[in-house]
């Protein structure tokens, strides 16, 4: 335990390993290399507080800079890592070279920026870092009407946002539902319903194919005909993972770095975690690559054991939040894979409910909108793959407790 460890990217999973090997008593030197300025911070209230709070407030730190410091973690701010070598183990950034006993890639994911001809000729914005928030904030104010693309997690969560600041807004997906990859057809027209009460113009199916700028608006143009147009454009068009150092310097990559179960890469002394890597989850059989928190936190945690010898290996249910106006989802394990839908609600308006995911009679997820006990009870029935007949759930009678 006393090896040289270097951790590339400082945010939730960089950080979280570091502390993780502190408490665990790792003794060999740890450096934490980040390309963005700030003390590494919360990310998700970036489309959240940040963005709905009149004056800009920095989003929280993870830890104190005092932290860092009595934990002898050498954290290098604003240092971006251009190249590794597997074979001399190692890395190189602002033009120095920095050997490493152990090499952890955590550098996360970047948003995408759509292929739509005209793009380039005008600003648009997309929501990563505290900077990206910054830039954002200063140029959206009720005067203005703010275009969306995109209706997954962040155009929905910024739109909640912007809206609770009196802001016109404009959200336009391409698909038939918001949400579509994430959310069962439900729980996203809940959730569209929530935001069109709230005033936001919502246009699905509607494709993109030209943006072009005018005097001083914007506008884009559907392949149906439809113009929208607005002072300002947000991008909220999913994101890639960061492989670019892995896949030049020859790591393995398939939909993100290729990680086992000790996230470990194809190559013996890198590993990779959170929104960056793919691993192949026991669970449910298939390979995942997440961009939760919770399963960046996980990763780092059980990495940790792993470096530090320990051979208790647990995968936890994949978790995901999202908060828009006074609506909490909550998402708890994968439903890809499930044949059967249960919705289990006290009747057809309540303002909270839960959709459970079935495979072969077996729970596979559940989605719950303003129910965190369910969504507590639902976690632990996941994780300890619990026996819960599908008609128990549709019974709000039946204590679901009574199945753990
Ligand atoms: C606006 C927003 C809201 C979100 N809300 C939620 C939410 O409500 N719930 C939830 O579960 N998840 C949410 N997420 C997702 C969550 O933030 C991510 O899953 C999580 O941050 C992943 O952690 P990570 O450590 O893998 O990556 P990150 O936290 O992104 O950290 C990666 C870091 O590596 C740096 N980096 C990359 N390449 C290099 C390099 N070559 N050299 C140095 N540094 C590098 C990056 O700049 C970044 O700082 C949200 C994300 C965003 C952007």
Not at 7 to 23: K, P
Not at 42 to 48: A, E, H, N, V
Request: hydrophobic share 35%; glycine share 6%.
């Amino acid at each position: 335990m006393k090896e040289k460890i270097i951790i590339i990217g400082s945010g939730h999973s960089g950080v979280q390993l570091a502390a993780t090997l502190r408490a665990k008593k790792w003794e060999g030197p740890i450096t934490l290399i980040g390309d963005e300025k700030n003390l590494p911070y919360q990310r998700p209230p970036l489309s959240k507080r940040v963005l709905k709070n009149i004056s800009f407030t920095e989003p929280s730190p993870l830890r104190t800079e005092q932290y860092y410091q009595d934990n002898k973690i050498n954290l290098l701010l604003n240092h971006r890592v251009t190249s590794l070598d597997p074979e001399n183990h190692t890395i190189e950034y602002n033009q120095q070279t920095m050997r490493y006993d152990s090499l952890i890639l955590a550098t996360g994911s970047k948003p995408i920026t759509p292929a739509i001809k005209g793009l380039s000729n005008v600003k648009s914005f997309q929501l990563r870092t505290a900077d990206d928030a910054k830039h954002l904030h200063k140029s959206i104010d009720p005067s203005k009407h703010i275009l969306i693309l995109g209706g997954g997690f962040i155009g929905l969560e910024v739109a909640a946002s912007l809206r609770q600041r009196g802001i016109e807004v404009s959200l336009i997906e391409k698909d038939s539902h918001i949400l579509n990859r994430v959310a069962s057809p439900v729980v996203a027209d809940f959730l569209k319903k929530l935001h069109l009460d709230r005033g936001v113009k919502i246009h699905c199916n509607t494709t993109i194919n030209f943006i072009s700028k005018m005097t001083n608006q914007i506008h884009l143009y559907s392949t149906t005909g439809q113009t929208f147009k607005g002072h300002e454009l947000i991008l909220g068009t999913g994101s890639n993972p960061n492989i670019e150092l892995a896949e030049k310097a020859g790591l393995k990559i398939d939909n993100g770095i290729k990680v086992d179960e000790h996230n470990q890469t194809s190559y013996k002394d890198i590993y990779a975690v959170g929104d960056c890597c793919n691993q192949f989850n026991k669970r449910y059989g298939i390979d995942l690559r997440l961009e939760s928190i919770q399963n960046a936190l996980d990763q780092a945690k059980n990495l940790a054991a792993h470096l530090c010898g320990e051979s208790s290996h647990h995968q936890a249910v994949p978790l995901f939040w999202s908060d828009q106006y006074e609506t909490k989802l909550q998402i708890a394990g994968i439903k890809k894979q499930a044949d059967t839908q249960i919705i289990r609600s006290d009747s057809p308006n309540a303002s909270g409910f839960s959709v459970w995911y079935f495979k072969q009679d077996k729970l596979e997820a559940m989605d719950a909108i303003n129910s965190p006990q369910e969504f507590n009870i639902a976690k632990k029935l996941i994780q300890s793959e619990a026996d819960l007949p599908p008609s128990s759930v549709a019974d709000t009678a039946v204590d679901l407790k009574l199945f753990l």
